[in-house]
């Protein structure tokens, strides 16, 4: 971006908050990748969710904290017992709730195994503080897909499997209708993303687990739907695929393995559609506080859906608009509606 020095509060610190769980192969590379960003003006508060790798990611922490002092560990939260694994969604809760609390006026998410590219936090920031008014706004960007050649810590030698990750997971919202898109599908990455301080506070706290199947669709969600979304259309982050991920598999496993994802996928996929219409019922609760009549009658015609035949649920559908950028997904979620159980 040009101009930089050009944007009003442009040394506002910005709290990103890192939820870290068996992370100590992965970590050393994103914190490093935090520190040497291009915007100096951060706070990094970092939650281990009951690592169980013997103090290992503990001590990857520990050791980047005597490092930079802007990188503080959080430790367990009021009503949370010690050494109980919440999960990425409470982590998330807790590492934002305790941002606000400390005074945070923007925030970032941070996944433990990317890899922040240079000027990513200042790109983000600057766009949402341009666009910046009183209400609820929310930046994200693209990232690019990559593979670990040197699987060593502190590796940043990668392979770049794909430019845009949004591209390869055919992903995006529809003629500019983030709301009609995000009531079903999440487009959104929460590591890519900037947020502001009335936005944060009209999420939490998050709905109970079963009526939100991720943080970052949810915050997408409320802020389409009570503010501003934009799109920074560069990719900020290097999305790492790793060893880890990887099953080699002989022949007869790998068609064994094909069916057994494909019938898990179909599963997973039926379940986050069911939930879908929770966290859309959360989200009108949520919204009755603000002047959106016209929000609330698109959630609220998305909710009947279930209560119809199948047929006639995916016609109204198609006249909702409920509609995504790639057919193939589109297809997907029609033929998935279809096979609904009805309630």
């Not at 050494?83 to 709730?97: A, S, T, W």
């Not at 603000?290 to 609220?300: A, G, P, Q, V």
Request: hydrophobic fraction near 40%.
């Amino acid at each position: 971006m040009q101009n930089r020095k050009t944007y009003r509060k442009i040394y506002e610190i910005v709290d990103i908050l890192l939820a870290a769980y068996n992370g100590a192969h992965h970590l050393p590379t994103q914190l490093d990748s935090i520190i040497d960003q291009s915007y100096p003006h951060w706070r990094l508060w970092i939650r281990d969710d009951a690592s169980n790798d013997g103090g290992a990611t503990l001590r990857v922490i520990n050791k980047y904290l005597q490092r930079d002092k802007r990188i503080k560990l959080l430790h367990s939260e009021a009503g949370i017992i010690e050494g109980v694994r919440l999960g990425v969604n409470k982590n998330f809760e807790c590492l934002l709730q305790h941002a606000v609390r400390s005074g945070g006026r923007y925030f970032a998410f941070a996944d433990q195994d990317d890899y922040w590219h240079k000027d990513k936090l200042l790109d983000s920031f600057q766009l949402l503080l341009k666009a910046e008014g009183k209400g609820p706004l929310l930046v994200y960007s693209d990232m690019r897909v990559v593979k670990i050649i040197d699987d060593h810590p502190k590796s940043i030698n990668f392979e770049v499997i794909h430019p845009s990750f949004l591209t390869h997971q055919k992903s995006g919202s529809y003629d500019s209708s983030l709301l009609h898109t995000l009531l079903f599908h999440n487009f959104v990455t929460g590591c890519t993303t900037v947020f502001n301080l009335p936005l944060a506070k009209l999420v939490l706290p998050f709905p109970a687990s079963e009526c939100m199947p991720i943080y970052d669709w949810w915050m997408a969600l409320v802020a389409a739907a009570s503010g501003q979304i934009i799109f920074y259309p560069h990719s900020t982050v290097s999305y790492r695929q790793h060893s880890e991920n990887q099953i080699g598999t002989k022949t007869i496993w790998k068609v064994i393995i094909f069916y057994k994802r494909w019938f898990d996928f179909w599963n997973n996929g039926q379940l986050n559609l069911k939930r879908s219409f929770l966290q859309a019922a959360a989200l009108r609760e949520r919204l009755l506080v603000f002047d959106r009549e016209l929000c609330i009658k698109i959630i609220d015609n998305y909710l009947q859906l279930p209560q119809f035949s199948p047929w006639r649920r995916v016609i109204t559908a198609v006249k909702l608009r409920l509609f995504t950028s790639y057919r193939s997904r589109q297809l997907l979620f029609l033929l998935r509606l279809f096979f609904l159980p009805r309630e």
